[in-house]
């Protein structure tokens, strides 16, 4: 779907509320109050690119952006620009829900949050999840300089996509995040859809204080992984990580493959146009009259191409080229649980060897006579007995966990690109229906000349 | 070494000018050639019931140079001034498959072998396709001349024909003699020439007018046919690099998964086929820019004629003034309007058999182009359609 079909430009917000504040009585300068473009969870251009499948809780999740009625008064918009800083901006998304799900409070909810919020439902569901074994769907990226274009205000096509290309990749996270069992229960995800007012997530800046901790764990999970050495017992393990590596591998380069193709796919659109104007010229500047006339005719087949190449380059995008994207942090979110098991593994075994050196401590007191340390050291032998159990016990959990975890995964997987492929080869013969009929009526054009 | 043997559809191969042999005294076609390196070897095969000609059908190596050679020297000839020459075949370019052939080997290490096979494929197709070009545009320029009443009886074109030597040394001495002056003037004064000059017949105006501006027009039109040509075939490229990873991905994978990935190999014929048909697009619009080009050569010549008269007439004047070398003045100035009446003659004649050939060249390669793209657009179809069956029955 074209992403013109709906109109999008960015909300201009005073960074001191808390919240989007246009619905507050209080403020009668608000004109954008009723700027709000309501778009209904039946309008075509709304429908989610993940399928809706059997799933009979929340249906069609929509998010959609604000509406500034910036080209409406341009005397307002240099107001409000000045009042408040640009890059303080920040758009605001309206998440619709419907469900039937007896959780919710309510059948049909809508509030709105801002970019920084989902992520701060990432960061929390992650948190919470993924040293179980949950694949906890990771959250759109961040991107600096796209987001900056938008704040300043700047109304052009690269703007308008980039904020559809955030809109829909958000909508994917939800619909993914509210497809895992155990997800969707968790009062977090609940809170997100539902209450209107959500606590600011400042901790998911990137430059913040939680930021940089979380880079500076990040590197040292890295480490971490290089320097255990697990002792594989289970052959399935090994072989899921393996093919989890390759995936990895294989998705990266298809998903290049493809941007590859939607950046040529875009160039011949418009070498197309160009072409076409530069027949039309040659067609007025033809003596022949028939022949003039078909090369006129000629120019118009190539620019109703070039609308073709434009859309089918839309479906390469939002279709495929997004989907690859999605898969390819899905996979590093997998290799990251599997992760999370090898640390269970360690955990376990470095309380064995607690233990041991706990009960190698205890037997050399046995021979000193220091009742109350012997005391102690009993003491900590049954921690640590407690805390090996505990190891044995996390390590099966989180095994059982990423085995069932795994299989959901892969069915997922299958379906998501069933349908998408679907919807693509769909396209592509849209596209060369449409070929058809522009040069069957261009033939006898051709024919006629005398 | 690369060489195309006895091709017997040549019909769809000559698309750029209408069927030029069907004067059976004299038929000539490149049946074969080869590809060494960077020199293009062409097998001339010429058949001819022309007295003036020692042998009823023979065969003749030639290069490109010789091409240029012949074309210089017909340019250089007085006596063809009214005529339109036919242009010079373009120099055979095989840099795009070169620089391709060059990507690939440096890039085999990180394809895997079918996706490495796959693209060998396509690069010798292309190299074929260049090679193929080459070879009709040269042969179309042979047969331009072998059709033409005046350009046949040439003594260079039987020369070309006959010499059952190497042409290189002739080549030299001609080069020392012209040094391609004339040639070179033409090139960089035409527009100005043209332009300048006051016409007083109508219909010369009005081919002047017309010329000067579709020449930019089509230079241009074939410029951007050139870069959406191009585009297509990136985008093909990119086609061929998806199927070669989702192959490698079903490879790998459950077969439930296999069979979604798989049939997306098919859709990448899509791209590949349709910039065939921009090709003969292409193809058209550059022969014609070429030919155009030809036609305001003429036009140059006619000025340059009609300048000269108008300076004879000048002189005369003069001469008759001062009272001295009148009779010289009047043998220059009577000279002067007898070749510019031959060029105008001949002139309007050319012209007027040029834009017929013109429109004909147009109808045909539209008409192809527009039939090629109907049976291809539907071919893709029917498979897309194919592979949604096989989806949707999984």
């Known amino acids: 779907q074209s992403p013109e079909a709906a109109r999008l430009s960015a909300e201009d917000i005073s960074p001191s509320s808390n919240g989007p504040r246009d619905d507050d009585p209080d403020d009668p300068d608000d004109l954008f109050a009723e700027a709000t473009e309501e778009v209904s969870l039946d309008s075509p251009e709304r429908q989610p690119i993940l399928s809706d499948g059997p799933s009979p809780a929340i249906t069609p999740v929509t998010i959609s952006p604000r509406v500034d009625v910036f080209d409406r008064s341009p005397d307002l918009v240099k107001h409000r620009l000045s009042s408040c800083d640009g890059m303080n901006a920040y758009m605001v998304y309206k998440v619709m829900t419907k469900t039937s799900l007896s959780i919710f409070s309510r059948d049909e909810v809508c509030v709105k949050r801002r970019f920084s919020d989902f992520l701060g439902l990432h960061s929390k569901l992650a948190s919470k999840y993924m040293h179980m074994g949950y694949i906890v769907p990771p959250a759109p990226e961040k991107s600096i300089v796209g987001m900056t274009k938008v704040k300043v205000g700047k109304e052009d096509l690269s703007s308008v996509e980039f904020v559809e290309k955030r809109r829909s990749a958000l909508e994917r996270y939800l619909l993914r995040t509210v497809k895992h069992p155990a997800l969707l229960k968790d009062p977090d995800v609940l809170q997100f859809l539902e209450s209107s007012e959500l606590p600011r997530a400042v901790s998911t800046q990137a430059l913040s204080g939680a930021g940089i901790l979380r880079m500076v764990n990040k590197a040292a999970d890295a480490v971490n992984k290089m320097t255990i050495k697990m002792n594989e017992s289970d052959a399935w393990f090994e072989e899921k990580q393996q093919q989890f590596e390759n995936l990895d591998v294989q998705l990266r380069k298809l998903h290049a493959s493809v941007e590859s193709l939607v950046y040529h796919r875009k160039e011949l659109s418009v070498n197309t146009a160009s072409f076409a104007k530069s027949a039309a010229m040659l067609g007025n500047s033809e003596d022949h009259t028939a022949l003039s006339r078909a090369l006129s005719q000629l120019a118009e087949v190539e620019e109703k191409i070039d609308q073709l190449h434009q859309d089918q380059s839309y479906a390469d995008f939002y279709l495929i080229s997004e989907l690859l994207g999605d898969y390819v942090r899905l996979i590093t979110a997998v290799k990251g649980v599997f992760d999370q098991r090898m640390k269970a593994w360690a955990k376990w075994q470095d309380a064995q060897v607690m233990l041991q050196r706990k009960r190698e401590a205890e037997a050399k007191l046995q021979y000193a006579s220091k009742p109350d340390k012997l005391q102690q050291a009993t003491d900590e032998i049954r921690e640590w007995e407690g805390k090996v159990q505990q190891g044995e016990r996390d390590f099966e959990q989180i095994s059982k966990n990423i085995r069932r975890e795994v299989g959901r995964f892969e069915k997922d997987r299958v379906k998501d690109f069933r349908v998408v492929i679907m919807k693509y080869l769909e396209s592509l013969v849209h596209t060369q229906q449409q070929l058809i009929k522009y040069w069957e009526a261009f033939l006898p054009e051709a024919k006629a000349i005398a | ?394």
């Open chain 2, 1 to 394: 070494m690369t060489s195309i043997s006895e091709d017997s559809d040549k019909e769809k191969v000559r698309s750029v000018s209408v069927d030029l042999n069907n004067d059976a005294s004299l038929v000539i076609d490149i049946p074969d050639a080869l590809c060494e390196r960077d020199k293009v070897k062409f097998t001339i095969h010429i058949k001819t019931t022309l007295s003036s000609f020692q042998k009823s059908e023979f065969s003749v190596p030639r290069q490109h140079e010789d091409f240029i050679w012949l074309h210089d020297t017909i340019v250089e000839t007085e006596e063809y001034a009214g005529l339109i020459i036919p242009p010079a075949p373009p120099k055979p370019d095989f840099e795009g498959p070169r620089e391709k052939m060059h990507k690939l080997g440096e890039g085999e290490s990180s394809m895997t072998k079918e996706e490495y096979a796959k693209m060998k494929q396509e690069l010798e197709a292309e190299y074929l396709a260049v090679f193929k070009k080459t070879v009709q545009v040269h042969e179309v320029f042979l047969q331009r001349l072998s059709s033409h009443p005046m350009f046949r009886k040439d003594r260079n074109f039987q020369i070309f024909l006959e010499y059952d030597q190497d042409l290189t040394v002739r080549r030299k001495n001609a080069k020392e003699m012209f040094g391609g002056f004339f040639k070179n003037m033409v090139k960089s004064a035409d527009e100005v020439l043209i332009s300048g000059v006051k016409e007083v017949d109508e219909f010369f105006e009005q081919e002047k007018i017309f010329l000067l501006d579709y020449s930019s027009k089509i230079k241009d039109a074939t410029a951007k046919a050139e870069k959406m040509t191009r585009s297509h075939k990136n985008v093909a490229d990119d086609y061929n690099h998806i199927s070669g990873a989702m192959n490698s991905i079903a490879a790998d994978n459950n077969t439930a998964f296999k069979k979604t990935i798989s049939v997306c190999v098919l859709q990448k014929l899509e791209d590949r086929v349709a910039s065939d048909q921009e090709l003969k697009l292409t193809e058209l619009l550059r022969y014609y820019t070429r030919d155009i080009q030809a036609a305001k050569d003429l036009l140059y010549r006619r000025a340059r004629a009609l300048a000269d008269y108008e300076n004879s007439n000048k002189t005369l004047d003069k001469a008759r003034l001062k009272g001295k070398d009148i009779a010289q003045a009047e043998e220059n100035q009577k000279q002067c309007l007898r070749k510019f009446d031959k060029l105008s003659e001949s002139g309007k004649k050319e012209l007027t058999s040029f834009k017929a050939r013109r429109v004909v060249a147009f109808r045909k390669n539209l008409i192809e182009m527009t039939e090629l793209e109907i049976k291809h657009a539907k071919n893709s179809m029917s498979l897309l359609q194919g592979s949604i069956e096989i989806l949707n029955s999984n």
